[in-house]
């Protein structure tokens, strides 16, 4: 039996966690990456990732991102853990380097199971769920603070995508990295995560606080659980189902009212570490675009699609951009602003 040939397109901080998880496997992974010094300091010194239960060292395969061009066979799975605003470019990118039988996975936040079916059609395409903490201050070097026991996937497919059976393919590979779970409706449950993260994600990076320390600022919760309430409605809206993501049980969720404030409770209970900082807060801090059109302005954006007031989730990202041109700081009294949006 040939051995399958992986990509990881996407190898910061999760990217590179996954990828060293799957080498660690002794399978065949090649890692893609854009940042020049994390690429030339994996292939001079190898990739360590450091978790509360051990450290990993491998010595990866590492491919400039402008190398693609250069390949000449093809992969027989591309996990993209990209940006989500990324996503459509380099679902492209790499289309042309995936086996005509070959599957496809956007393992990161946002709504892009569409991005990947576009670049190389739905019969090759598996929606994909992440819940993995992780951070990279320099090259080479991963802090993650959900190792494999703490991290959790899930996987399906959309309409016209493959057979179950090449469903569980990839999510047999994930499982060398965190639980996976299967959702037959995987857009609802990638929605659900979107919930999730509007409530959190850049609500606390606004606070320029840890995770844990942005849920113990008096009102913040309040701002959290509205701006999630907000996603929830827009979803139903688009028709997106309420399904038990992180875990969670059918009766935690079976009152719509309480989901948001169950899966906030889940959500710190397993998966946020002292300290830990979102993926939002660590872009702003290296001067960086966010993917705050991804989370809480897709929930804005459809919102008004669909005629579904999002108040909170509006001034989040209006926060957001205040703060990505420079004109305001990441900083607790930012908490004022988005306290006047709740209802």
């Not at 590492?62 to 591309?78: K, S, T, Y």
């Not at 409706?185 to 979107?194: P, T």
């Not at 966010?290 to 509006?314: C, F, K, Q, Y």
């Amino acid at each position: 039996m040939t051995t399958q040939r992986i990509a990881v397109l996407g190898a910061g901080a999760n990217g590179a966690s996954v990828g060293a998880d799957l080498i660690r496997a002794d399978l065949d992974v090649t890692l893609i990456e854009q940042w020049p010094a994390h690429v030339e300091r994996m292939r001079a010194d190898g990739l360590t990732v450091e978790t509360p239960e051990e450290t990993i060292h491998v010595r990866p395969r590492v491919l400039h991102l402008c190398e693609v061009a250069e390949l000449r066979g093809r992969f027989d799975v591309v996990l993209m853990l990209m940006k989500a605003y990324d996503a459509g470019w380099a679902a492209r990118l790499i289309a042309p380097y995936l086996a005509d039988d070959g599957l496809m996975a956007g393992v990161q936040n946002g709504m892009t199971t569409g991005d990947v079916a576009t670049a190389v059609g739905a019969e090759r395409t598996i929606g994909t769920v992440i819940e993995c903490s992780s951070t990279m201050d320099e090259p080479a070097l991963v802090h993650r603070h959900t190792p494999v026991s703490a991290s959790w996937f899930a996987t399906g497919t959309p309409p016209g995508g493959p057979s179950r059976a090449r469903e569980d393919e990839l999510a047999a590979l994930l499982r060398h990295s965190g639980a996976v779970a299967h959702f037959d409706d995987i857009e609802s449950a990638k929605w659900m995560k979107l919930v999730s993260n509007a409530t959190l994600l850049v609500t606390s990076a606004a606070l320029g606080l840890p995770m844990l320390d942005a849920i113990r600022t008096p009102g913040y919760r309040d701002v959290m659980v509205a701006a999630g309430n907000e996603a929830l409605a827009v979803g139903a809206a688009l028709g997106h189902q309420v399904l038990p993501i992180f875990g969670l049980t059918e009766d935690e969720i079976r009152d719509r009212t309480k989901v948001v404030d169950v899966m906030t409770d889940k959500l710190f209970a397993g998966f946020v570490v002292p300290g830990a900082t979102t993926t939002v807060l660590q872009d702003w801090r290296r001067g960086r675009h966010s993917e705050v059109d991804d989370l809480n302005g897709h929930v804005t954006a459809e919102g008004r699609r669909v005629g579904i007031p999002t108040p909170v989730n509006d001034a989040v990202v209006e926060l957001a951009h205040r703060i990505e041109r420079g004109e305001q700081e990441p900083r607790p009294e930012n908490l004022t602003a988005m306290r006047a949006a709740v209802r």
